[in-house]
């Protein structure tokens, strides 16, 4: 089994990687989850749903299942885009 959709292409899932690494690095964005990060948009901080989030965005994928205000991991999880996926 995967973490990575059957959809995907090679370029999305490498894409996708580049910016976890980019983003997750200690010297990169703070991570943050208070109410004035909020903004699933911003990128000057990031909490772990978000980060995944704006990374699947950035290829055209959305993984948020609920389209609230912050991307929890079971908003993720529980998306129908994801059932077969083995976490």
């Known amino acids: 089994s995967s973490f990575w959709l059957s959809s995907l292409t090679a370029a999305q899932k490498s894409d996708i990687a580049a910016i976890h ?3 997750s690095q ?3 964005k703070p991570y943050k ?3 004035s990060t909020v903004s699933r ?3 000057a901080h990031y ?3 978000k980060l ?3 990374a699947y965005m950035n290829v055209g994928v959305n993984i ?3 389209g609230g205000s912050f991307v929890f991991g079971d908003d993720i999880i529980l998306n129908p885009i994801f059932s077969g ?3």
Do not use: R
Request: charged residues 10%; negative net charge; without cysteine.
């Open 21 to 23: 690494l980019q983003e």
């Open 64 to 66: 948020d299942g609920n």
């Open 47 to 49: 909490y772990a749903g």
């Open 33 to 35: 989850l208070t109410l």
């Open 52 to 54: 995944q989030w704006q």
């Open 85 to 87: 996926v083995k976490f």
């Open 41 to 43: 948009y911003s990128t």
């Open 26 to 28: 200690p010297i990169s």
